[in-house]
Nanobody, 114 residues
Framework: QVQLVESGGGLVQAGGSLRLSCAAS???????VGWYRQATGKQRELVAR???????EYGDSVKGRFTISRDNAKNMVYVQMNSLKPEDTAVYYC?????????WGQGTQVTVSS
């Protein structure tokens, strides 16, 4: 019903910044959207999420460093990632709850070198 495409991942040095983008094929206006990540050998975990009303929640490990935002007119979701650490290395996934179902993007790799 809706497709998500992430972009903006790559290789960055510790202390650097990266902004990830998620483009949705349908309207996100009334949906909660979020970013999740999965490191090798680890469970997928919450990075950040934002409700349709603009309320945000962050995972403890990224609080104060990452900022999630949305542009409903463009059907885009972003996460600005600052002060990156090697432990932030993971595949980052965009997720939307769209008309009662969860949809996931294919993910974008973020690698932080020390």
């Amino acid at each position: 019903q809706v497709q998500l495409v992430e972009s903006g991942g790559g290789l960055v040095q510790a202390g650097g910044s990266l902004r990830l983008s998620c483009a949705a094929s349908g309207s996100i206006r009334f949906s909660e959207v979020g970013w999740y990540r999965q490191a090798t050998g680890k469970q997928r975990e919450l990075v950040a999420r934002i409700t349709s009303g603009g309320s945000t929640e962050y995972g403890d490990s990224v609080k104060g460093r990452f900022t999630i935002s949305r542009d409903n007119a463009k059907n885009m979701v972003y996460v600005q990632m600052n002060s990156l650490k090697p432990e932030d290395t993971a595949v980052y996934y965009c997720k939307i709850n769209w008309w009662g179902n969860n949809y996931w993007g294919q993910g974008t790799q973020v690698t932080v070198s020390s």
